[in-house]
């Protein structure tokens, strides 16, 4: 069985999870129906709603339930801007990063492309943390023209948080919605959502244990998103379609649990995911890492390897039993450069050469000491095979 650090690609099913979706699973009744077998499933999908409030610490009606993570930040960022637009032309534009993960990227680009937003991109140092500075300065070049700001709480690559809360006061001055894709960091980092200020956050269940294909939109009751889809009316008309209480059910029982141990958990990854920094940086000094000096989420470790390519380096790893990625996974299962490395201003070469390795419930110190050992022998071969 090959060793998975991989776990911020996807992670392992949590057995509350496998748990709670099976025993719904067997439940029969529409949660809409008035009956009470639908009055039944629409008791667990309250009690969903319920757990995930709990976690993120946001109100139980600004929970929406969806598929995930790319569809939050498709709804958050047409839907507000949509309604921001609708209310007053001159808002078309959108701060965000060129960090982000694809699924705010790609939406952003097109309404640039297709609807006339403008979309214009905070500076980073190179440890990827937000320069605020850049961030006011936009802020205040563009002012009453912002529809909305976009930007993660943690980064799915390099593990930084963006102090998401001081976003927020920036925005406030000129009343801007701000929306985080929280998918990396939910379960990873303690996350208050009423606190934060934010007005709309994205959270995916496979990130922490649930099945892949559940996720909360969260989003404050006085927000307006226009709805990506029309139909009948549930999730607060936000997300029309006969509602998934298995995939909740089971959502709500890994997010309580990921919650309830994150202190601990995230305090073991953290200390063998330095242990694992150090010995890299003993086997192969030239490395580089990322994300060094960062405030960041303790189960990321990024990696540059100079003079090598991420696509022979994974090659490489797989074969002696070890999944990692290179930090971007491409659509087509090609591996690229990293446009995470590259938004840090890191140059081409040295985005090609990336290795993500992402900790999880299923790390032990073996693990790592293990992948210390095959990386020790692979990493003179990827040197040779590198392209001179
Ligand atoms: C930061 C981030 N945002 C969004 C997504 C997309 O989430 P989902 O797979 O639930 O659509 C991912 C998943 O890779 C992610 O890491």
């Not at 496998?18 to 949660?31: C, F, H, I």
């Not at 593990?159 to 379960?187: C, K, M």
Request: glycine letters at 8%; hydrophobic letters at 45%.
């Amino acid at each position: 069985m090959p060793v998975f650090l991989d776990h911020a690609s996807t992670t392992a099913l949590r057995p509350s999870a496998k748990v709670a979706l099976t025993s719904a699973l067997d439940l029969l009744g529409n949660p809409s129906s008035v009956h009470s077998q639908g009055r039944g499933t629409r008791e667990l999908l309250e009690a969903s709603r319920d757990a995930i409030a709990k976690a993120v610490a946001a109100n139980r009606s600004e929970i929406i339930f969806n598929s995930g993570g790319t569809e939050g930040n498709n709804h958050a960022i047409k839907g507000i801007y949509w309604d921001r637009h609708q209310a007053d032309p001159a808002k078309r534009v959108i701060i965000s990063s060129e960090t982000e993960h694809h699924a705010v990227i790609d939406p952003l680009q097109w309404l640039q492309k297709n609807q006339g937003a403008e979309i214009v991109y905070v500076r980073h140092f190179q440890n990827g943390m937000v320069d605020f500075d850049s961030l006011k300065s936009l802020i205040e070049t563009h002012g009453p023209a912002i529809a909305m700001i976009s930007l993660m709480w943690v980064n799915n690559e390099t593990g930084v948080i963006t102090d998401i809360p001081a976003v927020v006061r920036l925005a406030n001055q000129y009343q801007i919605p701000v929306h985080s894709d929280a998918v990396a960091a939910f379960g990873h980092i303690p996350i208050d959502f009423q606190a934060s200020g934010l007005t709309a956050m994205s959270l995916s269940g496979h990130k922490i244990g649930a099945p892949i294909g559940v996720g909360a939109l969260v989003v404050l009751r006085s927000a307006k998103p226009i709805s990506l889809v029309h139909g009948g009316g549930q999730e607060r008309a936000l997300r029309s379609g006969t509602m998934n209480y298995p995939l909740a059910a089971s959502f709500a029982a890994a997010a309580t649990e990921a919650v309830a141990e994150l202190d601990e958990e995230m305090t073991r990854l953290e200390a063998l995911r330095d242990q694992l920094e150090a010995k890299v940086v003993e086997i192969a000094p030239s490395v580089i890492i990322t994300a060094l000096g960062a405030e960041r989420a303790g189960y990321n470790a990024h990696f540059i390897f100079p003079g090598t390519q991420s696509d022979a380096l994974l090659f490489l790893l797989d074969q002696e039993g070890f999944c990692v990625s290179a930090g971007s996974a491409c659509q087509a299962g090609v591996v690229g450069p990293s446009h995470v490395a590259i938004g840090m201003g890191f140059d081409q070469a040295e985005a090609s050469a990336c290795v993500r390795v992402t900790l999880g419930s299923t790390t032990t110190a073996a693990d790592i000491s293990a992948f210390i050992d095959a990386l020790e022998k692979i990493h003179p071969i990827a040197l040779q095979a590198a392209p001179a």
